[in-house]
């Protein structure tokens, strides 16, 4: 989509899209630099209100993936005004003003079309020291990887439309997806971490292959260290597979190495979509385990050490 594109340089880019990462970093300063991003999709809930909280909480997760502090916003709406309620979409700027209010984050402005089908989102303004950015590359031999979030919201998204999902499924995943990256962020500076990225539509191993590709290293992860929710695998051995689970499997499954002794449905979810998902952090191993200790005191209890960085398999995933 994107090749061939006249794309400019500036040595003022900290960060840009050609190596995906999640958010622009633009140096203003040599003690500050801005921190962009715009993300915005299609309800994947019932609930008007929880619909804003989480597509809030996803915009916002991009800032935090750099190590950025969020500070202004604006919506960006696309709403179906012949065919639906106004009352929904205040509904929805409602969660989202919520969330914004939990991130202390200012709602500035937006834009709003007349569309067929309902999208909400944010663009984002953040701040960071320019020393600070953490990229999605960059990882070590030694570190260790820790995931925030459990995993399965692709999968149980899918149970929802479908109509079969438990209320306990749904309340689960609607509140992960709601909560914010907030205090995973700001933590993973405190412990040095040396590479980080959210987990969102590309699934756990399309994540992790970003940040290994073309690089010195590569990841291992343990498959059974890996946090999903409860429901998810049994959802995913009734056929509840979103599209997007195959797609990624086909675009990066060339870069991953899946152990014969990995649950094939467990394999499966590795690639499962994420809406709003946690962060996927690379650190010195030495600080892994007080990193963890203080993600769960800060209510981020799902937060796992789900494999370590490795100079054996450079630009490759190997699950075991």
């Known amino acids: 989509m994107l090749a061939g594109l006249p794309f400019r340089t500036d040595p003022n880019l900290i960060a840009v899209t050609e190596h995906a990462e999640d958010a622009g970093v633009y140096k ?12 915005f999709f299609t309800p994947i809930v019932d609930d008007p209100y929880d619909f804003g909280r989480i597509a809030v909480a996803n915009s916002l997760s991009d800032v935090y993936a750099m190590g950025g502090v969020p500070l202004t916003a604006m919506n960006v709406v696309c709403f179906p005004n012949d065919s639906m309620e106004l009352s929904i979409l205040h ?9 914004m209010h939990a991130a202390n984050v200012m709602l500035v402005g937006g834009h709003t079309v007349d569309d067929p089908e309902l999208k909400y989102g944010l663009s984002v303004t953040g701040t960071i020291h320019p020393d600070d950015v953490v990229l999605n ?8 990887l820790v995931l925030t979030k459990r995993l399965g919201t692709g999968i149980i998204g899918t149970a929802i439309k479908a109509g079969i999902a438990s209320p306990e499924a749904i309340t689960a995943v609607v509140e992960s997806m709601a909560a914010l990256n907030k ?8 412990y040095g971490a040396h590479a980080a990225t959210d987990v969102t539509g590309f699934g756990l191993l399309g994540h992790a292959s970003e940040m290994a590709e073309d690089g010195p290293v590569g990841f291992v992860i343990t498959a059974s260290r890996v946090p999903v929710f409860p429901d998810a695998l049994e959802l995913a051995g009734e056929g509840m ?26 394999a499966d979810l590795l690639w499962d979509p994420q809406t709003s998902g946690g962060l996927l952090v690379a ?8 990193l963890l200790k203080e993600l769960h005191e800060a209510g981020v209890t799902a ?18």
């Open 137 to 144: 590359h960059g990882a070590q031999p030694g570190d260790k």
């Open 183 to 190: 205090s995973a962020g700001e933590l993973m500076l405190t």
């Open 28 to 39: 203003i300063r040599d003690d500050l630099a801005l921190v962009q991003t715009v993300d």
């Open 303 to 320: 937060a796992a050490i789900i494999g370590e960085v490795s100079a054996d398999n450079p630009g490759r995933i190997r699950v075991v």
């Open 283 to 290: 650190l010195p191993s030495a600080n892994a385990d007080a």
């Open 91 to 99: 509904e929805v700027l409602r969660g989202g003003l919520d969330a």
């Open 241 to 266: 597979m979103p599209g997007g689970l195959g797609r990624n499997r086909d675009y990066r499954g060339h870069m991953v190495d899946i152990a014969s002794s990995v649950d094939e449905l467990l």
